[in-house]
Each structure stands twice: as structure tokens, then as C-alpha cells.
């Protein structure tokens, strides 16, 4: 492997490690980093601001055991992100679909590829242009909590759309 | 003096010479259901001189260990042997080795020259006292010692047993390290015991479920090197990779061989929905084989390559499917309370392995191809994708303990369900695929 791909993974590991130390409460103000590892910048008071989508907006949603149908609660926050990302139109964003892991390893790789599709395809019935949501399955490979009960494998069944560029800069 | 047939091992790279074991009446019938271990001896190989010492006494312990780990065989300690075998060609002092109730008896030579290793054994019905099969010799570098030793556990397994043996193979892994959520994974080989752990990659991006080619010259596994899961082939013997061409979409994953090492099939997710295709490699062909809005994933051929296993949940949970190779009706074969994913057709074609969930448990089981004959071998928090020895005798599968601590370990386990015990690897281990048989 090259250097540059041996730094970003370096970089991408101590993002990982970031965010599990990472307590949401510390994210006010300036940038930090999400739970899913994503880039949080500005402030959560400014409207206009990632971290405001994704923790005002709410930037997850949750699924029932081995569904990818979304609950009437989760399409109450799709519409939130739908109105985010229409009036803030230089944002893209890529919805990465989790699985539990309760389950065997290529067929939560298809369920959490179902859940971000199920995501993508509710943001654009609501008129955010296709060619601004990219998709990827992480399947159970990158839970966000690890304890082994109902309570952990709930947050873990999620399709969080992470943004991840803004022409803006 | 029988003459020694001889196989010749250079470097890596066996020459085979065909042996037919003559069956003695000393026999262990597998499908009996063995319940007392044959008990055995395997007095330290002699070596023709200091050099080959270390060499004779690693060999004749590899060879114990591997007929011991089989849970079909029970070794007699060299404390209570009345005999020692200083001597390759003098004869057999059957009532000592009767007399301590070994039944099968092995001796063998080591033969050091320069950087190139003999081993010369014979195997020996004690109650008969006639040799079992004839004596065999294997020859080729040092370094590959353990090889040697494994061949002649697996001459010895096949003349006990009737069937082929296991011991020279390879098992393709992930390697796992770090806690669950910060779990970093790199492709590795190594021998079927857990010696000679070899990495294949780093852990920069995120592999799974490698599988090997029916030779075992290549691996085909999913990794995200691109961002997005994609199909991987790597060259064993070169460590050398390349993306396969399959289709646009989303992802691909869940990759198999053909039996005949020119097609995989594999699993295409395309606007969320992933159904299972058929790939010439050398063409880049892609062929659809199913096509409902439901997941269908996990394939395995027959050995004969005319039907395909997979998983499904097209009737609302994962269950177990058979089609033709070329696609077309599947057949539902799980009926048993539960959710089954992970079939694997068994090399020897009669039975399907399998990972059930019911009741917050998780099983590896094996049911027959009809879906009749269903038994759990294993129960536990996690336990998955099982994968199956080149005899179709064990199975080797991932467990995962549950938990903010949780570890993933490598596990096999006989198909009778006896003799489940960890594979010892230097970290965690999950997703293993069994490979063939080594020439």
C-alpha cells in the first residue's frame, strides 16, 4: 500500500477512536465530530450549519428488527432532512445503512443497503435530487453502541445521513 | 523390507505419488458414531542423526496432535511405552504396544540432508500386527516440515478411517483486532490447526468472507478499499489482487467459486436490492439469476455445480433456497422454527451447513439437501458461517461473545457434534473458508 492510503488510514482510525471518546455534549460551538465519525462544522445554532442537521434535524433514523420500512417517526425526521438539504442546496450526502448484529454478515450487508435506500428514496419522493445521495452498507460492521441488548441494537439499526461536501467549502 | 513409495516435497510445491491403502481390519467406521477414541502411539520418528533431531521430535508431535484434535483417536503417552523404537526397519515388538492397548501404531525416520528433509513412516495394525496401507516417504525443504507431518496424519486418518483426511490444508480468515465498534480486519491464511498465520492485507479498509477457489490457488473476498463494498480476487501464492469486474451497482459481495474455478456467483445490490448473479471471470460476463425485491445472498454450489444454496427472505425471514445454477424456480428447504442464513453445500454433496437463529440463539446445523435430517451442532450468543473440512467430517465456524468486551474466535466442531473446540489464531478470527487439500 501507499503512503497516502496508510495515512488516511491512520486518519480514519483516529477519527474512529475520536468519536467513541467523543462526548455529543462538547460538540457546541465550532467544529467536531458526529457519532457516525462525520465532520460536524459551525454551530448547532446556526440553521444553516452541518451541525445543525445532525443535531437539531436529527441526522439518524431506526428500523425494527430486519425491516427497512421506515416508522412514522423516522419519516417525521426524513422530512426534516428533505427541508434542510432543499434550503441548503451545495450539500451532498452519502446515507450509510447499519444493521445489528444479530444476524449473519452478507445478509446485514443487504438489509442496511435496503435501509439507506429506503432513506434515499423518501428524501427524493420529497425533491432532493438523486445525484446529491450517494449510499453504503455497512451491514453489523460498524456498530455505534456495543453493548449486546435490545437498547444498544436499537440505535444500531440506522440509516444516518452523513453530509459530506458542500460546494461552499 | 516393503519398499517405501516416495513423495517428493519441493519448497511448497507437492508432487503427489497415488497410495491405496490396503485395509488391514483395523477400521473406524465415521458414520458408527465413534464414541471411545481408537487409542494410539507415535513413538518419536527417528532421526538418522543430531541434526534431525528437533525435526523428529516437532514431526512425530504435529502428527499426534493432529490425529488427537480429530476427537476420533486417543494418544498413549510415551511414559507408558515398554518399547522404543530406535530403529526404523527393525521389527515391530507388537505384544509391548498390545500390552499398553495401543491399537494403531505409527513409527517413522527423519532423514536430514543439507536443507532437505526425508520422513519416511509406516502405519501398524497392533492387534494383527500387520501394516496398514505401505510404508510412504515424503521428501522436500525444512521449511516445510509441518507440511510433512500433516501428510503423513492424513495417511494415517485414511487408512484408520477409509476416508481422505484433512491435516494439509489451509484456512482463509479475517483477521480481527480492537474492540466492536473499532474492529479492524485484514485477510490471512493459515494451516487448518492455526499454525503459519500469513497476512494478505492491512487493515486500512474493511474485508470480509473470503472463500477459496476449488484448487485453493486463489481467494475471492468483499472489501471496501473503494469506499463501497467490491469483489476481490487474490493470487495465494503471489499475495497479488484484483477488483473483478462485476456489475455497477451499489455494492457487490458474498462471492463464490464455481466448482470448476471459472465462474463465482455472487450477490449485486442495485437501488437497495440485492439479488444474486453469475460471472464468466475470464469474459467479465454477468448473468442475473434472480430477480424479487427480496435479499438474496450467502450462495454455494453443489460439488457437482448443477444447483445453487442460498439465502433469502422472500417468504418475510431468511430461509434456505435451492435453484438450478443457471437461475430459474428455487426450492424452499428450511421449514424449522427460526431464521437460517449461510448454507454451504458440503464437498461430499449429501448435506447443507448452515447458521439458525431462534430464540436470541444462534446454531451452526447441517440438514440434508431435501431439508430433512435438520441437527444443531452448536448453540451459542453467535455463532456463524460455517465453512467445511476437504472430507466434509468438521466444520469450522465464526463465535462471537456478546458484549462491549466481545471477540470473535474461529470454532470447529465434527459433524457429529462432538469435539468443538477453538482454533487458536494470534488475534480474533471470523468468516473462515476451508481450502482443499494440498498436492
Same mark, same amino acid.
Given at each position: 500500500?501507499?503512503?497516502? =492510503?496508510?495515512?488516511?488510514?491512520?486518519?480514519?482510525?483516529?477519527?474512529?477512536?475520536?468519536?467513541?471518546?467523543?462526548?455529543?455534549?462538547?460538540?457546541?460551538?465550532?467544529?467536531?465530530?458526529?457519532?457516525?465519525?462525520?465532520?460536524?462544522?459551525?454551530?448547532? =445554532?446556526?440553521?444553516?450549519?452541518?451541525?445543525?442537521?445532525?443535531?437539531?434535524?436529527?441526522?439518524?433514523?431506526?428500523?425494527? $428488527?430486519?425491516?427497512?420500512?421506515?416508522?412514522?417517526?423516522?419519516?417525521?425526521?426524513?422530512?426534516?432532512?428533505?427541508?434542510?438539504?432543499?434550503?441548503?442546496?451545495?450539500? $451532498?450526502?452519502?446515507?450509510?445503512?447499519?444493521?445489528?448484529?444479530?444476524?449473519?454478515?452478507?445478509y446485514n450487508l443487504a438489509l442496511g443497503a435496503q435501509r439507506a435506500n429506503?432513506?434515499?428514496?423518501?428524501?427524493? =419522493?420529497?425533491?432532493?435530487?438523486?445525484?446529491?445521495?450517494?449510499?453504503? =452498507?455497512?451491514?453489523?460492521?460498524?456498530?455505534?453502541?456495543?453493548?449486546?441488548?435490545?437498547?444498544?441494537?436499537?440505535?444500531?439499526?440506522?440509516?444516518?445521513?452523513?453530509?459530506?461536501?458542500?460546494?461552499?467549502? | 523390507?516393503?519398499?517405501?513409495?516416495?513423495?517428493?516435497?519441493?519448497?511448497?510445491?507437492?508432487?503427489?505419488?497415488?497410495?491405496?491403502?490396503?485395509?488391514?481390519?483395523?477400521?473406524?467406521?465415521?458414520?458408527?458414531?465413534?464414541?471411545?477414541?481408537?487409542?494410539?502411539?507415535?513413538?518419536?520418528?527417528?532421526?538418522?542423526?543430531?541434526?534431525?533431531?528437533?525435526?523428529?521430535?516437532?514431526?512425530?508431535?504435529?502428527?499426534?496432535?493432529?490425529?488427537? /484434535?480429530?476427537?476420533?483417536?486417543?494418544?498413549?503417552?510415551?511414559?507408558?511405552?515398554?518399547?522404543?523404537?530406535? &530403529?526404523?526397519?527393525?521389527?515391530?515388538?507388537?505384544?509391548? !504396544?498390545?500390552?499398553?492397548?495401543?491399537?494403531?501404531?505409527?513409527?517413522?525416520?527423519?532423514?536430514?540432508?543439507?536443507?532437505?528433509?526425508?520422513?519416511?513412516?509406516?502405519?501398524?495394525?497392533?492387534?494383527?500386527?500387520?501394516?496398514?496401507?505401505?510404508g510412504l516417504q515424503f521428501a522436500g525443504t525444512t521449511e516445510g516440515w509441518?507440511?510433512?507431518?500433516?501428510?503423513?496424519?492424513?495417511?494415517?486418518?485414511?487408512?484408520?478411517? /477409509?476416508?481422505?483426511?484433512?491435516?494439509?490444508?489451509?484456512?482463509?480468515?479475517?483477521?480481527?483486532?480492537?474492540?466492536?465498534?473499532?474492529?479492524?480486519?485484514?485477510?490471512?491464511?493459515?494451516?487448518?490447526?492455526?499454525? *503459519?498465520?500469513?497476512?494478505?492485507?492491512?487493515?486500512?479498509?474493511?474485508?470480509?468472507?473470503?472463500?477459496?477457489?476449488?484448487?485453493?490457488?486463489?481467494?475471492?473476498?468483499?472489501?471496501?478499499?473503494? /469506499?463501497?463494498?467490491?469483489?476481490?480476487?487474490?493470487?495465494?501464492?503471489?499475495?497479488?489482487?484484483?477488483?473483478?469486474?462485476?456489475?455497477?451497482?451499489?455494492?457487490?459481495?458474498?462471492?463464490?467459486?464455481?466448482?470448476?474455478?471459472?465462474?463465482?456467483?455472487?450477490?449485486?445490490?442495485?437501488?437497495? *436490492?440485492?439479488?444474486? !448473479?453469475?460471472?464468466?471471470?475470464?469474459?467479465?460476463?454477468?448473468?442475473?439469476?434472480?430477480?424479487?425485491?427480496?435479499?438474496?445472498?450467502?450462495?454455494?454450489?453443489?460439488?457437482?455445480?448443477?444447483?445453487?444454496?442460498?439465502?433469502?427472505?422472500?417468504?418475510?425471514?431468511?430461509?434456505?433456497?435451492?435453484?438450478?445454477?443457471?437461475?430459474?424456480?428455487?426450492?424452499?428447504?428450511?421449514?424449522?422454527?427460526?431464521?437460517?442464513?449461510?448454507?454451504? !453445500?458440503?464437498?461430499?454433496?449429501?448435506?447443507?451447513?448452515?447458521?439458525?437463529?431462534?430464540?436470541?440463539?444462534?446454531?451452526?446445523?447441517?440438514?440434508?439437501?431435501?431439508?430433512?435430517?435438520?441437527?444443531?451442532?452448536?448453540?451459542?450468543?453467535?455463532?456463524?458461517?460455517?465453512? !467445511?473440512?476437504?472430507?466434509?467430517?468438521?466444520?469450522?465456524?465464526?463465535?462471537?461473545?456478546?458484549?462491549? &468486551?466481545?471477540?470473535?474466535?474461529?470454532? &470447529?466442531?465434527?459433524? &457429529?457434534?462432538?469435539?468443538?473446540?477453538?482454533?487458536?489464531?494470534?488475534?480474533?478470527?471470523?468468516?473462515?473458508?476451508?481450502?482443499?487439500?494440498?498436492?
Open positions: 500500500m501507499n503512503l497516502l =492510503s496508510k495515512v488516511a488510514a491512520v486518519g480514519a482510525l483516529a477519527l474512529i477512536a475520536a468519536c467513541t471518546n467523543s462526548d455529543p455534549s462538547n460538540l457546541d460551538g465550532g467544529s467536531g465530530l458526529g457519532p457516525d465519525g462525520q465532520l460536524l462544522q459551525g454551530s448547532p =445554532s446556526d440553521p444553516r450549519s452541518p451541525a445543525y442537521f445532525q443535531q437539531t434535524v436529527g441526522d439518524r433514523v431506526l428500523f425494527a $428488527v430486519d425491516q427497512s420500512t421506515l416508522t412514522p417517526e423516522a419519516q417525521i425526521i426524513l422530512q426534516g432532512q428533505a427541508d434542510w438539504l432543499l434550503a441548503n442546496p451545495d450539500f $451532498v450526502a452519502t446515507i450509510e445503512g447499519h444493521a445489528d448484529e444479530q444476524g449473519t454478515r452478507e429506503s432513506a434515499r428514496d423518501f428524501l427524493i =419522493s420529497r425533491g432532493v435530487a438523486g445525484t446529491r445521495l450517494n449510499t453504503v =452498507s455497512y451491514g453489523k460492521e460498524r456498530p455505534i453502541e456495543i453493548c449486546s441488548t435490545e437498547e444498544c441494537y436499537s440505535k444500531n439499526r440506522r440509516a444516518v445521513t452523513v453530509l459530506t461536501g458542500s460546494t461552499l467549502g | 523390507m516393503m519398499r517405501l513409495l516416495t513423495v517428493l516435497l519441493m519448497g511448497l510445491t507437492l508432487v503427489s505419488a497415488p497410495v491405496h491403502a490396503q485395509n488391514g481390519p483395523l477400521r473406524l467406521e465415521l458414520d458408527e458414531g465413534i464414541i471411545e477414541p481408537l487409542p494410539f502411539a507415535v513413538p518419536r520418528f527417528v532421526p538418522d542423526g543430531p541434526s534431525a533431531s528437533q525435526y523428529a521430535t516437532d514431526i512425530s508431535r504435529v502428527v499426534a496432535a493432529d490425529l488427537t /484434535g480429530t476427537g476420533l483417536f486417543r494418544e498413549i503417552s510415551s511414559d507408558a511405552f515398554i518399547s522404543q523404537v530406535n &530403529s526404523f526397519d527393525a521389527p515391530v515388538q507388537f505384544a509391548d !504396544w498390545k500390552a499398553i492397548n495401543a491399537e494403531a501404531l505409527v513409527t517413522g525416520a527423519v532423514n536430514l540432508s543439507g536443507n532437505r528433509l526425508t520422513v519416511r513412516f509406516r502405519v501398524w495394525d497392533v492387534f494383527s500386527g500387520q501394516e496398514l496401507g505401505n509441518r507440511r510433512m507431518a500433516h501428510k503423513v496424519a492424513d495417511q494415517v486418518y485414511s487408512r484408520v478411517t /477409509g476416508e481422505g483426511g484433512y491435516f494439509d490444508s489451509r484456512v482463509a480468515f479475517v483477521s480481527e483486532s480492537g474492540p466492536k465498534d473499532q474492529r479492524r480486519k485484514r485477510l490471512a491464511i493459515m494451516d487448518y490447526d492455526g499454525a *503459519n498465520v500469513q497476512y494478505l492485507t492491512d487493515s486500512a479498509s474493511i474485508v470480509l468472507a473470503p472463500r477459496f477457489s476449488p484448487s485453493g490457488d486463489r481467494l475471492l473476498y468483499t472489501s471496501y478499499e473503494t /469506499g463501497q463494498p467490491r469483489i476481490y480476487v487474490l493470487d495465494v501464492a503471489r499475495v497479488r489482487r484484483q477488483e473483478l469486474n462485476t456489475l455497477d451497482g451499489t455494492m457487490s459481495f458474498s462471492p463464490r467459486f464455481s466448482p470448476d474455478g471459472r465462474s463465482i456467483v455472487y450477490s449485486l445490490t442495485q437501488g437497495g *436490492n440485492t439479488d444474486l !448473479w453469475k460471472m464468466d471471470i475470464a469474459s467479465g460476463q454477468s448473468v442475473r439469476l434472480t430477480n424479487t425485491p427480496a435479499i438474496e445472498t450467502a450462495p454455494s454450489y453443489a460439488p457437482d455445480g448443477i444447483q445453487i444454496v442460498f439465502e433469502s427472505d422472500r417468504s418475510g425471514t431468511p430461509q434456505l433456497y435451492i435453484m438450478p445454477a443457471n437461475g430459474g424456480e428455487a426450492t424452499r428447504i428450511s421449514f424449522g422454527q427460526g431464521r437460517y442464513g449461510t448454507p454451504v !453445500w458440503s464437498p461430499r454433496g449429501d448435506l447443507i451447513a448452515f447458521t439458525k437463529q431462534n430464540k436470541g440463539r444462534f446454531h451452526i446445523g447441517v440438514m440434508r439437501v431435501d431439508g430433512s435430517e435438520e441437527r444443531l451442532l452448536t448453540a451459542s450468543f453467535l455463532d456463524e458461517g460455517p465453512t !467445511w473440512s476437504p472430507n466434509g467430517r468438521v466444520i469450522m465456524f465464526t463465535r462471537e461473545t456478546q458484549g462491549a &468486551s466481545g471477540r470473535s474466535t474461529l470454532y &470447529s466442531v465434527d459433524i &457429529s457434534g462432538r469435539n468443538l473446540k477453538p482454533v487458536r489464531t494470534p488475534d480474533g478470527g471470523s468468516d473462515p473458508s476451508w481450502g482443499p487439500l494440498q498436492n
